[in-house]
């Protein structure tokens, strides 16, 4: 890796002033923050990964259900033009891009193709495919912009609901996960990291949250840094899918790294005492 790369975790041992890191501090103390924060990474991109599955499917059914698998071209069901000509926009672009590399199709030997590719390879009418096709397709910018502007509103409600939580406080950890997301895909730092968008603190008690909310509401400077984010996915993996051991995950990563100052994510003492992470389905 890059000095530059390394140079973020090497100024979290500096001891107070700039360049000059505490003494006793060896190369081996600055590598394992980094591979810790490596692997928390991975772990969170992979409970976004199961979050930003679910969303897809679940946009893509409610709709579905009610007009059709192509219900994504009719702008009834957006509240502004402008979401709706971009989904359009990019679904052209994605078939455009598809068909220009059709000639090299089936060249791998691969028996298995995408649901994208078969329809491409079989059907010229209509010329999107079923919504089912298109939302695998979408970014997770696109399938965010859609959930902000489902028509009607209590739309959002259902898919929300799916979820586990309302459509508020979804739309706004959909923020948060499309940063994190950013920063998980790009290897950056997402240790002692300023998100810049915070999730919503929920409100309605429908919604599973920590036991103690005083945690995070009690100090404020907490909300600023990525536990609540953290707190957000495993309410809604409570919900999918409800058997998740991530939670759990979770805490082993953290306990296997005593020496990370979990501070700098916002994490309290105790943390996982509180039975919000080891609640399971009734």
């Not at 028509?151 to 950890?173: E, F, N, T």
């Not at 998980?184 to 949250?209: D, E, F, M, Q, T």
């Not at 991530?246 to 509180?274: C, I, K, Y």
Request: some cysteine.
């Amino acid at each position: 890796m890059g000095y530059y790369r390394l140079s973020a975790y090497v100024r979290s041992f500096e001891g107070g002033e700039r360049d000059i890191i505490r003494p006793g501090t060896t190369f081996d103390d600055v590598l394992g923050l980094y591979v810790f924060d490596r692997k928390l990474r991975l772990l969170v991109l992979d409970a976004i990964e199961r979050i930003e599955v679910a969303l897809r499917a679940s946009i893509s059914d409610h709709l579905a259900r009610i007009d059709g698998p192509h219900w994504y071209e009719n702008s009834r069901h957006f509240t502004t033009r402008t979401t709706h000509s971009k989904l359009l926009a990019d679904v052209n672009e994605i078939l455009r891009l598809q068909r220009a590399r059709r000639p090299e199709s089936g060249l791998s030997g691969d028996r298995f193709v995408s649901a994208l590719d078969y329809y491409v390879g079989h059907f010229d009418k209509p010329v999107r495919p079923p919504t089912w096709v298109v939302f695998e397709e979408l970014s997770f910018g696109t399938i965010r912009a859609v959930f902000d502007a489902l028509a009607p509103r209590d739309l959002q409600s259902k898919v929300a609901r799916s979820l586990g939580v309302v459509a508020p406080v979804l739309s706004s950890w959909l923020k948060s996960y499309q940063r994190v997301r950013n920063i998980c895909a790009h290897h950056g730092r997402l240790w002692n990291c300023g998100l810049g968008v915070y999730p919503a603190l929920p409100k309605s008690r429908s919604i599973v949250w920590l036991d103690d909310p005083t945690v995070i509401t009690g100090e404020p400077w907490r909300r600023q840094r990525l536990y609540p984010v953290l707190v957000s996915i495993q309410t809604i993996l409570h919900t999918i899918p409800p058997r998740s051991t991530w939670g759990t995950r979770l805490h082993d990563l953290f306990e296997a790294s005593p020496d990370v100052p979990l501070s700098g994510m916002g994490v309290p003492d105790n943390w996982f005492d509180d039975p919000f992470w080891s609640r399971r389905p009734q």
